[in-house]
């Protein structure tokens, strides 16, 4: 349902679903990197542990926006770059996506 109904936006190298849902969690998200262009699952893997500690240090912004506003949001990050990012400019990516997604939430696209 979030690829079929939701919303997207890029902020590459970082591709997010979102969609408002009725779930009891208040924020779900979830992470993904192709293999096609990450054949080396240790890349990949990498890949999805810089994406998720920056989420984490982020994500407590939106979480109390969402709670404050009384609404839940379910997410899935998707890394669309072709080679290994730092972590500096991954964390400046989520940090982007998660104000973009708060305005949103607030209704001010």
Do not use: C
């Amino acid at each position: 349902m979030l690829f079929s109904k939701g919303n997207h936006f890029t902020v590459f190298p970082l591709k997010v679903f979102w969609l408002p849902t009725n779930e009891q969690a208040v924020l779900q998200a979830g992470i993904s990197v192709s293999s096609r262009n990450f054949k080396k699952a240790v890349d990949r893997n990498r890949i999805k542990r810089l994406i998720r500690e920056a989420y984490r240090l982020q994500k407590n912004q939106l979480q109390e926006q969402l709670v404050k506003e009384e609404k839940q949001l379910s997410l899935f990050i998707i890394f669309i770059g072709k080679d290994l990012p730092e972590y500096s400019a991954v964390f400046d990516n989520t940090g982007a996506i998660i104000k973009k997604l708060g305005r949103i939430i607030h209704g001010n696209h």
